[in-house]
Nanobody, 126 residues
């Protein structure tokens, strides 16, 4: 089994930055691809960034493209989501997810992910 734990959420002013962390433990060798999602109250879960190891590419949602980036520290088994120029619309619970599969497709499909973290809340004030 795999456990994913997000951290780094909090309250931040509009225009500022925040970095979220997602640390994996357990049978991490079963994970092929990672993704970041978010969900605001009353809205569907939105896929922000979904990586495909099979074709070495990363999908980014238009809503965060050019403002958010991802990085990883393999030694710490951690993936980071760097969020810059935050807006009130970015307020949501942020989740990292992992999937066993490696089939490439463009975009994010939440149902295709096998492991999810508990989420970390980000609130952006205006």
């Amino acid at each position: 089994q795999v456990q994913l734990v997000e951290s780094g959420g909090g309250l931040v002013q509009s225009g500022r930055s925040l970095r979220l962390s997602c640390t994996a433990s357990g049978s991490i060798f079963t994970i092929n691809d990672m993704g970041w999602y978010r969900q605001s109250p009353g809205k569907e879960r939105e896929g922000l960034s979904c990586s495909s190891s099979s074709v070495m590419t990363t999908y980014w949602a238009d809503s965060v493209k050019s403002r958010f980036t991802i990085s990883r520290d393999n030694a710490k088994q951690t993936v980071y989501l760097q969020m810059n120029s935050l807006k009130p619309d970015d307020t949501a619970v942020y989740y990292c997810a992992g999937r066993r599969g490696s089939t490439y497709y463009s975009g994010c499909r939440a149902y295709d992910y096998d492991f999810w973290g508990q989420g970390t809340k980000v609130t952006v004030s205006s």
